[in-house]
């Protein structure tokens, strides 16, 4: 039988400790694929910016690089997963992050007769996230991201994607605050790893390598999962 496109959005959750990559994989795969990137860091970041009371407790919260609570984080996430623009599915970045939320996520897509497709884990070692994250910086502009020695923009100080010339970097992307956030990574998200494991969803995947042979493994198992056969 031919292959056919589902008409299903596909759900994909990215884990993995900060600095991993989760988000320049998904703003590849939202390119490639048509899924649409929920970063609940971005969200948050949004509504700290926008000075919402969700904002305002998050943000000594994230400064501290601690999690911020289920509550306000799956309040954030829920306004978001009612966008009319989710159609295709979605890659969700950073969310979930507690066995709680992975609870909560699983109701509210089942409410909308939909599930997770793939819960993807990006295997990196610890020494080599906090270099990149030691090096990350983004587009004002489009958020799109860049690191001082593994991803340059092709002109110095210009984003390829946008023409844009600010670039910024995150307050939490510190030494200090980044080790605090990789034991939130340890204590709190990696058991989730066995969550999706035990729903038979998982798949792992290195995070080691260059950005796109990763981007092309990721393309491989996502490829299969938006047809239907
Ligand atoms: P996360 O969203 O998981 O925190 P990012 O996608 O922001 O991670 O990546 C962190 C930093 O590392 C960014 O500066 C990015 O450009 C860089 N980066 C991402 N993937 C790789 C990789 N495979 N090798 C080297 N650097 C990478
Ligand atoms: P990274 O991918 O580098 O870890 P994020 O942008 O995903 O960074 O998250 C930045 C901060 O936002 C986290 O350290 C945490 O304080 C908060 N945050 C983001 N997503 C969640 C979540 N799902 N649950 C709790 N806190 C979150
Ligand atoms: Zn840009």
Redo the contacts with the bound molecule.
């Keep these: 039988m031919m292959a056919e496109t589902t008409t299903r959005p596909v759900n994909l959750i990215l884990l993995g400790p900060?600095?991993a990559g989760?988000?320049t994989q998904a703003r590849m795969l939202e390119e490639a694929f048509g899924l649409v990137q929920l970063?609940?860091?971005?969200l948050?970041r949004g509504a700290v910016a926008s000075g919402t009371p969700a904002g305002l407790a998050a943000k000594t919260?994230?400064d501290a690089?601690?999690?911020?609570s289920d509550e306000i984080?799956l309040a954030v996430l829920k306004e978001r997963l009612d966008g009319p623009d989710l159609a295709k599915g979605t890659i969700l970045d950073?969310?979930?992050?507690?066995e709680a939320?992975a609870r909560a996520l699983d109701t509210l897509l089942a409410a909308k007769g939909q599930k997770i497709d793939a819960a993807i884990s990006l295997k990196v070692e610890d020494e080599a996230m906090i270099a990149r994250?030691a090096g990350r910086y983004t587009c004002a502009a489009c958020g799109e991201g860049y690191h001082d020695d593994f991803k340059q923009p092709r002109e110095e100080g210009m984003c390829d994607k946008c023409g844009g010339m600010e670039m910024k970097r995150r307050a939490?992307d510190n030494a200090e605050t980044v080790r605090t956030?990789l034991q939130a990574y340890h204590a709190q998200t990696a058991p989730l790893i066995e969550y999706y494991n035990a729903r038979g969803t998982l798949t792992e995947v290195s995070a080691m390598g260059d950005i796109t042979v990763i981007a092309a493994d990721l393309d491989a198992i996502v490829g299969k999962l938006t047809q239907v056969s």
């Excluded at 970063?39 to 971005?42: H, N």
């Excluded at 690089?65 to 911020?68: I, T, Y």
């Excluded at 950073?94 to 507690?98: E, K």
């Design positions: 900060p600095g989760k988000g970063s609940t860091g971005d948050l919260v994230m690089g601690e999690l911020v984080v950073g969310f979930p992050r507690t939320q994250v939490d956030r």
